[in-house]
């Protein structure tokens, strides 16, 4: 079995994937007003990207060696059908998930697994477009 710390941080990543599969289902079924024909899509789009981000990150736990979680993230979703609110949740969890992230690949550096890196790297740079994508509409 590859690093437990290494697993662990795996698994601390697909808990908030797995977060925000919920949220962003969530927010794409309550959202309401004029913004819900922009942000409904938005929300559905996300909820795809986190169930490919949760499948990579499960397997890759498994390839390590590892036991992938099936309980999300503790941390609350906020109910709400503010979408400035619905959007600075939003944001919020991807700036948790661009740290996970990245904790994952200080680890995977000295793991050896070139190929899990580069996908756990791509993985990080969308979850820093999206919080990119998020600063600038909650501003």
Known sequence: MADKNLIDKMNDAL???LRAINMYAHY???VMG???MQLAPYFSKEVSESITHADFVRR???KLGGVPVTERNAKAIVHTT???LM???AYETEKIAAKAYTAV???LKDAGDRDLFDSIEQICMMELRALE???LLTA
């Open 15 to 17: 808990a908030l994937e």
């Open 28 to 30: 794409s079924a309550t």
């Open 34 to 36: 004029i913004n819900r």
């Open 60 to 62: 890759g736990i498994v």
């Open 82 to 84: 503010d979408y400035q």
């Open 87 to 89: 959007l600075n949740e």
């Open 105 to 107: 690949m200080d680890l």
């Open 133 to 135: 994508e998020l600063r």
